[in-house]
């Protein structure tokens, strides 16, 4: 049986006192969430441990947004799989669109992270997606079974996650249609060993498509972007009806 996972992912947004203001707001609002979704909180890295102890017993489970391949060294600026591990995530984002086009980013670092990701305990949430212009183009099988073959090479498909992240939709407000995200989320799964890896959708998520997305039959869940960062809209995403 496949998992249901709604996960915000906060970016380069909200400073610790921002992230507790969050909580306060949002922590009210999940008594009605059906138990079998799993509800996750990507946040800045100098925000995990404040999160990690203000979770703590709750059902929501922590997500960090990279994760080095190494276990210590000289990388400055990076995090190691250790490093997250000891503050209580259990989760993170690996080969978002943003870190493959502003960071360098490649399908072969990608991979790396996501064995380092799962050799600490991590369940990793692997996104793949297209530009418009490789849309336009007809592309978009093609690029997308190519990130899957060169990023999944000894990953552990039964602890991993996978997000569709149009890159032409996301942050822009221009949302894949429903039935479009589903055909293509399917085409994914058609390439996995494991057909019960959760696969979300993620690109301008919002509280009034959530519903409609998540009827879709393929879709497992959402991995959302700036409708995460306030405490109301988030908390409608989590509590979609379907």
């Known amino acids: 049986m496949r998992k249901v996972v709604i996960a915000g992912n906060w970016k380069m947004y909200k400073t610790?006192?921002?992230?507790?203001?969050?909580?306060?707001?949002?922590?009210l609002e999940l008594d009605n969430v059906p138990e079998e979704r799993e509800i996750i909180l990507c946040a800045p890295f100098t925000d995990l441990a404040l999160l990690s102890k203000n979770l703590h017993g709750s059902r929501v489970q922590l997500g960090a947004q990279n994760v080095h391949w190494e276990e210590a060294g000289a990388y400055t600026g990076e995090i190691s799989g250790p490093m997250l591990a000891e503050i209580g995530v259990r989760y993170v984002v690996v080969g978002h669109s943003e870190r493959r086009q502003y960071f360098g980013e490649t399908d072969q670092t990608v991979n790396l992270r996501l064995k380092a990701a799962q050799k600490y305990g991590l369940t990793p949430i692997l996104c793949v997606g297209e530009t418009k212009q490789q849309?336009?183009?007809?592309?978009?099988e093609i690029l997308?079974?190519?990130?899957?073959?060169?990023?999944?090479?000894?990953?552990?498909?039964?602890?991993?996650i996978i997000a569709y992240e149009p890159i032409w939709a996301i942050g822009t407000g221009d949302t894949c249609e429903a039935k479009?995200?589903?055909?293509?989320i399917g085409?994914?799964?058609?390439r996995l060993s494991n057909?019960?890896?959760?696969?979300?959708?993620?690109?301008?998520?919002?509280?009034t498509n959530i519903d409609e997305i998540m009827a879709q039959p393929e879709i497992d869940g959402a991995l959302v972007g700036g409708a995460s960062l306030e405490p109301q809209s988030f908390s409608r995403i989590v509590n979609y009806q379907v």
């Open 180 to 184: 479009e995200a589903n055909r293509i």
């Open 144 to 160: 997308i079974y190519t990130q899957l073959e060169k990023a999944l090479v000894g990953v552990d498909q039964e602890k991993l």
């Open 135 to 140: 849309r336009d183009a007809g592309e978009t």
């Open 195 to 207: 057909q019960n890896v959760p696969i979300q959708y993620g690109g301008s998520v919002k509280p």
């Open 187 to 190: 085409l994914i799964r058609s």
């Open 16 to 27: 610790q006192a921002q992230a507790l203001e969050f909580l306060q707001g949002f922590m």
